[in-house]
């Protein structure tokens, strides 16, 4: 069972910053999650939230600031450190030439960015981003039915905060290969089902022994967790 650092190592790190990436890598994680947003001039940038209020010493919306506003405040206050909100461009450079596969969850839920598809798939492409490092997920289902149709050698997974109706048959409709659940929200019996018929199932966030041993047993293709360590200390080998 491969481990993605959620936000990076958001554990020890602030979330979604180089120094959380790095760690990741230091870690030897197999992949890195990382949440997309794009700026008021259309640039990608790596940031959870809609606003900058809760992880910054700023506020207000990343679609209406610039990256070179956005680059004036500070992503690293919940640590007391100094960081900038990474672009997409700085993380594909971190992890060039390196097994690390980037899970880019696309967070288009709130905002609608029109155009990310594109200049995802454009940015891949310019930075020659081999396509197995890099797989999509979305809340947003119609970003991933778009980035499908744009890039289908690019995996997509549905992310789920709740169970849906299905799901087998919905993933084809939306060209996704992969179910990425809420580690509350699925029965063993549904993800040996999905496994069965060929989905890759990755739960997020695993915060337990308990349902890292789970879902190791299940044998799903990875599990997202927030201290990549912590993780490895507890994980069967
Ligand atoms: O991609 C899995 C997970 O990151 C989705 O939830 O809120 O942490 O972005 P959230
Ligand atoms: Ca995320």
Not at 23 to 50: C, R
Not at 140 to 164: D, G, K, Y
Not at 180 to 194: A, C, F, K, Q, R
């Amino acid at each position: 069972m491969k481990l993605f650092a959620h936000r990076g190592v958001m554990a020890h790190h602030p979330e979604n910053t180089m120094t959380a990436f790095r760690a990741a890598l230091e870690a030897q994680s197999d992949g890195i999650e990382a949440d997309v947003h794009m700026t008021k001039d259309g640039k990608l940038v790596l940031i959870h939230d809609e606003t900058i209020n809760r992880t910054t010493d700023g506020r207000g919306r990343v679609a209406d600031m610039t990256l070179s506003e956005l680059r004036g405040y500070n992503a690293g206050v919940t640590f007391a450190i100094q960081e900038q909100i990474p672009t997409l461009d700085e993380l594909i450079d971190l992890c060039r030439g390196t097994s690390m596969v980037l899970n880019l969850e696309v967070k288009t839920d709130i905002e609608r960015y029109p155009g990310i598809e594109q200049l995802l798939i454009d940015t891949i492409r310019n930075q020659r981003l081999p396509v197995g490092q890099v797989m999509f997920s979305s809340f947003n289902h119609s970003t991933l039915q778009r980035l499908n149709q744009l890039a289908p050698e690019i995996e997509c997974a549905v992310l789920l905060a709740q169970p849906l109706y299905d799901l087998v048959a919905y993933c084809k409709k939306v060209g996704a290969t992969a179910v990425h659940p809420n580690v509350l929200t699925m029965t063993d019996e549904e993800i040996l089902h999905l496994q069965d018929e060929g989905l890759s199932v990755r739960p997020y966030t695993v915060k337990t022994v308990h349902d890292l041993e789970r879902f190791s047993q299940l044998g799903v293709d990875a599990v997202f967790v927030n201290d990549i360590d912590w993780a490895k200390a507890h994980s069967t080998p």
